[in-house]
């Protein structure tokens, strides 16, 4: 069974209320890719009934527009173009379950895909958020703290960005609004110094999960990897195997720029996977693929919108039922 009927099977009826609205949410937060990429696709299949090359031509520049790297976009195509050949393909309309499921193999790359925060076994979790000011790190972190107190995990929030007036206070005031603790001090200007605290605290009252927020300046390669350095020796001094996760926050409404943030981020600290925020807020969704195949680097989360329940844990075959499933009848 191919992957378009395993959609069609497994996002039509069957599903629990709970999945059911993680659908609606991909549905909804990627209208604007939706609207733009695929009624492309769907226009361009329209257009050209035989297989051409003009058509080959047209397909890859939608593919390029949707933010999908011209790197990925050429792999792709390679691979589109031995199918049809082996296939014997001659009709367009026949390759649209194709550019589904070789844009689904792009993503997966024969991995298995483990999206799930990499839970310590014992004792706290601990997660670094990086990435450059203004992509919703504090965001995200309420966001994934609403979500873990909702399963009953105590949560505690690290402060550390001590570069940005008011960032401090900004998430001191989503750990009141999530039920989270908190630990940061507006006058305290060594992130370390915060982090040491907030482990200090963590291990001694039981947290099951510490979110750390930092200033990801980018415009100082050598400081951020310093301070980075400095910020997990001391959590490893706390915790040996932490951080179990350092997750790069990227918007995705900064297309190709986003990519070469990760590019960096991934040479001054290692970074274990990507949020990827503001996903409803652009027409150019293919950016999630394109920074798997590009940056090697899986999504770990995507923000489909601003409201505390729109983030969602990545799920490749929700994201490509969300985006083709008027073409998925
Ligand atoms: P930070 O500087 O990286 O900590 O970024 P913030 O968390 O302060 O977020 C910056 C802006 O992006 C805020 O206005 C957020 O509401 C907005 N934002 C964050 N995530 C999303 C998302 O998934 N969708 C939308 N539409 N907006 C978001
Ligand atoms: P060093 O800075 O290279 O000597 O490494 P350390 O492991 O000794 O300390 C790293 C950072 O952790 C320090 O720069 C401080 O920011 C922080 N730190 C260490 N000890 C303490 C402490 O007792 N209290 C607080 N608040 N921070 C500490
Ligand atoms: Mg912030």
Redesign the pocket.
């Known amino acids: 069974m191919g992957l378009f009927d395993k959609l069609k099977k497994s996002f039509k009826k069957d599903t629990s209320k709970e999945e059911q609205k993680e659908v609606e949410l991909y549905d909804k937060g990627l209208t604007k890719t939706r609207d733009n990429f695929v009624s492309k696709l769907v226009n361009l299949t329209d257009k050209h009934h035989k297989i051409t090359e003009e058509f080959f031509m047209d397909l890859e520049e939608i593919l390029v527009m949707a933010d999908l790297g011209v790197n990925t976009v050429m792999k792709f195509m390679d691979r589109l173009r031995d199918r049809v050949k082996k296939e014997h393909i001659e009709n367009t309309s026949d390759l649209r379950e194709i550019i589904v499921d070789e844009l689904f193999i792009i993503y997966v790359n024969n991995e298995v895909l483990v999206n799930k925060i990499n839970y310590a076994k014992e004792g706290p979790t601990v997660v670094l958020f990086v990435g450059v000011n203004g992509v919703g790190k504090t965001t995200t972190i309420a966001k994934i703290a609403a979500q873990e107190i909702k399963k009953g995990k105590k949560v505690l929030m690290v402060g550390a960005d001590t570069f940005r007036a008011g960032a401090v206070k900004q998430l001191a005031e989503w750990a009141d609004r999530t039920g989270s603790s908190f630990v940061g001090d507006e006058n305290?200007k060594?992130?370390?110094?915060?982090?040491?605290?907030g482990l200090?605290k963590a291990k001694e009252e039981n947290f099951d999960i510490v979110l750390i927020d930092t200033a990801g300046r980018l415009q100082n390669k050598v400081n951020l990897m310093k301070e980075l350095e400095?910020?997990n020796?001391?959590i490893s001094?706390f915790i040996p195997e932490a951080p179990h996760e350092t997750l790069l926050v990227i918007d995705a409404t900064t297309g190709q720029n986003g990519i070469s943030q990760a590019k960096t981020f991934k040479e001054v600290t290692s970074v274990t996977g990507i949020v990827l925020t503001k996903l409803d807020g652009t027409a150019k969704g293919g950016i999630v693929l394109a920074i798997k195949d590009e940056v090697g680097l899986p999504v770990k989360y995507v923000g489909l919108g601003e409201k505390e329940s729109d983030l969602s844990v990545f799920d490749i075959e929700k994201y490509i039922y969300g985006l083709f499933k008027d073409m998925i009848k």
């Open positions: 305290l060594d992130p370390a110094s915060v982090v040491f605290d200090k400095k910020i020796r001391v001094n």
